[in-house]
């Protein structure tokens, strides 16, 4: 088969379908909003699908929700990115998509640099309290069985960057509120939250001063996540 495109093609010239590489990224927007909303319709049952549940782990009574399945399989790890980018683009419109991701640790570094590649924007870390260097700022929040600490590298956010914050599910919100406080000490502009599972009953979306945004739904009481 002969390359057509090939006779048309030189280094300044690139065929379309082998863009340039020193072009920088561009955000991609489709502009069919009815056929964007039936898409991440379709992903979110198709990831939902992907979910796997262990009643009784860790412990009697729980039933423990495991969304590594969405990882283990490049066609649903495209799916998920794909849906977590139409849920950014389409509850921000394209004039305030973000300037940068925030991941939280761990989880959040599963999905953040690739979401945030589609986007277009940067990704920033934030970690558990020693394990970041340079100067850091840092966060204290409440976990179940004690206080604990998040940090963020000083710099990493400039000042009225437009920020999102990443991570795989929202329980009771007390290290999603601590990364959020992160953020406006270091000037940027936090625009929202983004999980993929929300455990409504524990309320956590209430410690939160930006909009919350979640991929799928969960069981509405007595789940827990991997």
Do not use: C, W
């Not at 379309?16 to 964007?36: I, K, V, Y």
């Not at 990882?71 to 305030?96: M, P």
């Not at 558990?128 to 700022?137: A, S």
């Not at 069985?145 to 956010?157: L, N, P, T």
């Amino acid at each position: 088969m002969t390359d057509t495109t090939s006779a048309h093609s030189t280094s300044g010239h690139p065929p379309r379908n082998h863009p340039d590489a020193t072009e920088a990224p561009q955000r991609r927007f489709s502009s069919s909003t009815p056929s964007r909303s039936s898409e991440l319709a379709d992903l979110k049952m198709r990831l939902h699908r992907s979910l796997r549940q262990y009643p009784d782990f860790p412990a009697p009574g729980v039933l423990f929700e495991d969304i590594l399945p969405l990882f283990s399989d490049h066609l649903l790890h495209e799916s998920l990115i794909r849906a977590l980018e139409l849920q950014v683009t389409d509850s921000y419109g394209q004039k305030q998509i973000p300037d940068v991701v925030v991941g939280l640790e761990a989880r959040g570094f599963l999905f953040g640099p690739s979401l945030a590649l589609a986007l277009g924007a940067g990704f920033v870390p934030v970690r558990k309290q020693g394990k970041l260097p340079g100067p850091t700022e840092t966060a204290a929040f409440e976990k179940e069985y004690g206080e604990d600490f998040f940090q963020i590298q000083s710099g990493a956010i400039k000042p009225d960057q437009r920020v999102i914050i990443v991570d795989d599910i929202i329980a009771t919100g007390g290290s999603a509120a601590a990364a959020g406080s992160l953020i406006q000490r270091l000037g940027g502009t936090l625009i929202g939250y983004l999980f993929i599972l929300e455990l409504d009953f524990l309320k956590g979306r209430d410690k939160l001063d930006a909009p919350v945004h979640t991929l799928l739904s969960s069981q509405e009481k007595g789940t827990s996540k991997t």
